[in-house]
């Protein structure tokens, strides 16, 4: 059994909808989620905070930080297309090449922000 790292809690009508949503999004026969008992689990931060925006009734927007993404107009929201890297997104919205040759895509600080 896998250890997962975050876990979620939905309503019972909304189970069929979070397996179809995990399936499409992260995909079937995987190890990064799970689902046991109205809980869903997951191993990565950036799947439990997407599916969080999708399934939390309070609407939440997903904030990313780069490293040394201030110089670069960062933190911002995470708007990502469903087909877009991370990669093509932070170049998208300033970040430059060099910053992600040197792994800065790989060590971005996620949270949420409540939207009112």
Known sequence: MMKYNYSIKIKRDQINDGV??????????T?????????????AEEDIMAFKLRFDEVKMVLI??????????FPKPFTK???EELEDWL????????????GGAKYCRYWEHEIE
């Open 64 to 73: 990313i930080d780069p490293p040394s993404g201030w110089k670069y107009g």
């Open 31 to 43: 190890m990064m989620w799970g689902y046991n008992d109205n809980t869903f689990f997951f191993d």
């Open 81 to 83: 297309g469903d087909d």
């Open 91 to 102: 170049l998208r919205n300033g970040y430059p090449q060099s910053e992600i040759d040197q």
């Open 20 to 29: 179809a949503w995990c399936s499409q999004n992260i995909g079937t026969g």
